[in-house]
């Protein structure tokens, strides 16, 4: 073969392959769409990030009882220098009198280096351990944000499942009832029919077909707001490799324990909350103690008449001293007594909301196990529902092609049967999120 065209061959399988990988379409399981979600949305790598930001918020503190160094380099020209004024007495002047005297260089630089170290403050020593614990509420609240995004995704992904149900009955109703259509038209031009049996089931096909491109659209809306709570680009294109029926499987051997209590991660960021104000008010007493710090320093000067400072030649002269610093609290007006009375406060208060909130999650679950109960018997209501109006549907088809029956009778059993459908496909739904939000009572 000649090489040209085997070079373009390959270029263009080359250029074909490439065209697929970029069209690739993405599957995802609810479990992958949720684990996709927790990496790529907004709120899930804000609440990550906040969670770092807790991190070096105790390393910031933690630094406070670590060696403070600091160095300084200054400069100052003096254009006049500074007049002093001593008694006359001490050169021959009479008495009363004020010798005007200049001490000192125009140029002066110095150059030192410091550093300080905290020996003892009850005040720090407290506030380590509340940072750590400010790191526990921060992971709480991503525990909590991950956990509510997990349900927004899985109710999403169940819009997009429903509206596929509902898409795939309606294509199968079409074709029964283009069957139907086609039939009845035939039996109208050999006379068995009227006019208004053909015109009775056109206006009922056209009707689905209006219906199914409304469907459609909601299909694309549910797709669009799936991917938006995954965190994922609108434009892309993605399938789902469940269906309702296989989830719903799932929930067979899902059991309820009518004793098991709410373990809720906003309980536990609560009692976080009244240890963080209890620390607080330890660290607010701690404020009564002294505190003892360690500090050294050396500095270098220079004074010149001539701005010579680089010149090393000439002197500068060293200054070095270290000592120690204790601070005792003598009297503050009763302020630090005024924030210890505001965290009590504020533990009673957190101590009122942790009871309501007891009583409220208690409810919650309750009410999430009575919906799970009354979505399953509706499931199950609406799957004898759904067999009956099969039946009723098939028998009226039957007498209606064997011309004992009329096109009225035809119609009202189509849509009896879309209708109950419908029905069965939201009764499948509703246990989905039943279980969803029990899960999410439960703390799961």
């Known amino acids: 073969m000649n090489p040209k065209k085997i070079l373009l061959i390959a270029s263009s399988l080359f250029y ?38 807790a991190n070096y918020k105790v390393k910031e503190l933690m630094a406070i009882g670590y060696p403070q160094i600091n160095g300084t380099v200054s400069y100052t020209n003096f254009i006049n220098l500074p007049t002093s004024l001593i008694p006359g007495e001490f050169f021959g002047l009479p008495a009363g009198e004020f010798a005007e005297v200049q001490f000192g260089t125009p140029h002066n630089a110095s150059a030192g280096i410091s550093a300080s170290q905290l020996i003892f403050d009850g005040r720090y020593l407290i506030g380590v351990k509340a940072t750590k614990l400010l790191v526990d509420v921060y992971e709480q609240s991503q525990q909590l944000t991950d956990q509510e995004l997990k349900s927004n995704v899985a109710k999403a992904y ?6 596929h149900e509902n898409l795939d009955l309606l294509n199968d109703g079409l074709d029964l009832l283009n069957k139907v259509f086609f039939e009845t038209i035939e039996y109208y031009k050999q006379g068995f029919v009227e006019k208004l049996d053909v015109d009775r089931l056109q206006l009922t096909v056209s009707n689905l077909q209006t219906t199914k491109m409304n469907i459609e659209k909601q299909l694309k809306l549910a797709y669009d707001f799936l991917q938006f709570q995954m965190g994922m680009p609108i434009n892309e294109e993605i399938l789902l490799s469940e ?40 660290r607010y007493n701690a404020g009564y103690l002294p505190s003892l710090a360690a500090f050294a320093q050396t500095q270098f000067d220079a004074q010149r008449n001539e701005f010579s400072l680089f010149d090393f030649n000439e002197k ?32 009673m208060q957190l101590e009122n909301q942790k009871e309501m909130m007891t ?20 499931m199950e209501s609406q799957k004898k529902n759904l067999d009956l109006a099969n039946s009723i549907y098939e028998t009226t088809r039957i007498k209606y092609t064997e011309g004992v029956g009329s096109s009225l009778e035809m119609s009202a059993a189509e849509q ?21 939000d029990l899960e999410k009572a439960m703390g799961k």
């Open 16 to 53: 074909v392959s490439a065209i697929v990988a970029q069209t690739e379409v993405k599957e995802f399981t609810l479990k992958q769409a949720q684990v996709y979600a927790l990496e790529n949305h907004t709120s899930a790598k804000n609440s990550a990030l906040e969670a770092e930001i």
């Open 158 to 163: 169940f819009t997009c499942l429903v509206a």
């Open 243 to 282: 269906n309702i029926e296989s989830l719903i499987e799932q929930t067979k051997s899902f059991t309820v324990d009518e004793s098991a209590q709410p373990n809720r991660v906003e309980m536990t960021m609560l009692n976080t909350q009244i240890s963080l104000q209890q620390l607080n008010k330890k």
């Open 316 to 347: 500068w002269y060293n200054t070095t001293l270290w000592g120690l610093q204790l601070n005792i609290p003598i009297w503050d007006s009763f302020q630090k007594n005024a924030q210890v009375q505001q965290t009590k406060l504020t533990i």
């Open 359 to 378: 009583e409220a999650f208690n409810l919650e679950l309750e009410k999430a196990k009575s919906d799970f109960s009354s979505a399953t018997l509706e």
């Open 416 to 436: 009896q049967l879309f209708q109950t459908q419908a029905n069965y496909i939201n009764s499948l739904y509703n246990v989905l999120v039943a279980k969803t």
